[in-house]
């Protein structure tokens, strides 16, 4: 059964870090492309950032362009997001998804953590 | 960026009615279009891949076609926990994108 699990959400002020992270089972990691997607309370999806199995390829959304990091340990099957100058607007549930790359899909996501940019 | 329109953005169907939901890109995708169900305070699934396969595990009544700009995610007869949010997603270029959601109510 495939399995990811992401911790390190929570509330943080306005210019605060994050850093989320998610464990994964079930499925090659080392082989497949991951990426993170987010959801604000209440709107629609959005694509962040993406990481090839390899760590090359990493990419983002304009909008965390330069303050997010992605990253990844495949002897851990672990995969990371690292996000700095948080701004309100970052607000969202943060789901850990496999897929990300060119004609791909995303078919299997965590449960989501929630991240608060809040004073 | 390619922008993804889905209409409607909300309608309202009975259980056993035949609904389809059209999704628009800005720029043609190829048949790198996917379809996503996402339940009232649920995780999304994926249902449909590349525009027309079918995920393993889904009901036959989801299906999908198009190519190019215009794609059409039909629902043969509804089922009630297909009362959800729908989105359509391009994985042509970055960055990947998602329609804005279709909301599913019970009419």
């Known amino acids: 059964e495939v399995q990811l699990v992401e911790s390190g959400g929570g509330l943080v002020q306005p210019g605060g870090s994050l850093r989320l992270s998610c464990v994964v089972s079930?499925?090659?990691?080392?082989?497949?492309?991951m990426s993170w997607v987010r959801q604000a309370p209440g709107k629609g999806l959005e694509w962040v950032a993406k990481?090839?199995?390899?760590?090359?390829?990493?990419m983002y959304v304009d909008s965390v362009r330069g303050r997010f990091t992605i990253s990844r340990d495949n002897a851990k099957n672990s995969l990371y997001l690292q996000m700095n100058s948080l701004r309100a607007e970052d607000t969202a549930v943060y789901y850990c998804v496999t897929g990300g790359a060119y004609n791909g899909y995303f078919a299997n996501w965590g449960q989501g953590t929630l991240v608060t940019v809040s004073s | 960026d390619i922008q993804m329109t889905q209409s409607p953005s909300s309608l309202s169907a009975s259980v056993g009615d035949r609904v389809s939901i059209t999704c628009r890109a800005s720029?043609?995708?190829?048949?790198?279009l996917n379809w996503y169900r996402q339940k009232p305070g649920k995780v999304p699934e994926l249902l449909i891949n590349r525009a027309s396969s079918l995920q393993s595990g889904v009901p036959s009544r989801f299906s999908g076609s198009g190519s190019g700009t215009d794609f059409t995610l039909t629902i043969s007869s509804l089922q009630p926990e297909d009362f959800a949010t729908y989105y359509c997603?391009?994985?042509?270029?970055?960055?990947?994108?998602f329609g804005q959601g279709t909301r599913l109510d019970i009419k």
């Open positions: 720029q043609s995708v190829s048949n790198s």
């Open positions: 997603q391009q994985s042509y270029n970055v960055p990947l994108t």
């Open positions: 990481m090839k199995e390899d760590r090359s390829d990493e």
């Open positions: 079930g499925f090659t990691f080392s082989r497949s492309t």
